[in-house]
């Protein structure tokens, strides 16, 4: 299901905190071996996605930006979740309930992300479609 219009709008005007927050994370991984670093790159690619597409209900052409990145979000959350799925088929010892969890926390921001971005795309669209016919 796609996000609504009020919920993205509501995401994009405050992404600079998922971008702080995704700094803060990198901060603490390297105290903690690591965990938390991929939620960090997850909030720090909704915060910078949020940031990117400010005036996304006016400004044309911004739908091909907003493509381009959904285009290179799926590849890389495929890989990522691709990896960490065979690190808990294989039994890696160093997997916790807290890596676990750091998953789950990635894998929602990317799912956020990528719904944010599909309605950037389809209401930019529009917009430009309508900019361009009228």
């Known amino acids: 299901m ?7 709008t509501w995401l ?3 992404g600079h905190w998922f971008l702080l927050s995704g700094f803060a994370l990198f901060w603490l991984a390297s105290w ?5 670093l991929v939620t960090g790159v997850a909030a720090v690619c909704l915060g910078s996605c949020c940031g990117c597409f400010q005036k996304w209900r006016t400004d044309p052409g911004l739908w091909l930006l907003s493509g381009f990145f959904l285009v290179m979000l799926g590849p890389l ?4 979740f691709l990896m960490r799925i065979r690190d808990f088929v294989r039994q890696v010892p160093e997997l916790s ?3 676990a969890l750091e998953f789950s926390l990635a ?3 990317f799912w956020v992300t990528a719904n944010v971005l599909v309605r950037v795309t ?11 016919s009228g």
């Open 107 to 109: 894998s929602s921001l």
């Open 97 to 99: 309930p807290l890596n």
């Open 32 to 36: 903690f071996e690591g965990l938390g």
């Open 122 to 132: 389809i209401v930019n669209w529009r917009v430009e479609a309508r900019r361009s």
């Open 2 to 8: 796609i996000m609504s219009e009020k919920r993205s």
């Open 12 to 14: 994009i005007g405050r």
């Open 77 to 80: 959350c495929l890989l990522l």
